[in-house]
């Protein structure tokens, strides 16, 4: 059974920057990658890498401000958010899957993570 654990959320100010990441064990995947569910809101795709060729996918509200990253030997994926806003502010879940692709629908992801909580504030 694979398992996924996050860390790094926190509260960070306005403009300011925070790095999450998730440790994969128990199995290999073939991608990773980050959804967030903020208050009221349903839970939706941030960004996704292919485990093999670091191929990447981000939700356009990101674009430019967030890179996800790997680290094959660790078997870490990481989310660096810069210059975050408030509406960044959500409970961020790692999530992973077994077979190719980097698809941005939440049932397309087998394996989720506990999730961590980041609050930005203004």
């Known amino acids: 059974q694979g398992q996924l654990v996050e860390s790094g959320g926190g509260l960070v100010q306005a403009g300011g920057s925070l790095r999450l990441s998730c440790a994969a064990s128990g199995r290999t995947f073939n991608s990773m990658g980050w959804f967030r569910q903020a208050p009221g809101k349903e839970r939706a795709f941030v960004a996704a890498i292919s485990w093999s060729g670091g191929d990447t996918y981000y939700t356009n509200s990101v674009k430019g401000r967030f890179t996800i990253s790997r680290d094959t030997a660790k078997n870490t994926v990481y989310l660096q958010m810069n210059s975050v806003k408030p509406e960044d502010t959500a409970v961020y879940y790692c999530?992973?899957?077994?077979?190719?692709?980097?698809?941005?629908?939440?049932?397309?992801?087998?394996?989720w993570g506990q999730g961590t909580q980041v609050t930005v504030s203004s």
């Open positions: 999530v992973a899957r077994a077979v190719p692709g980097i698809p941005t629908a939440r049932d397309r992801y087998d394996y």
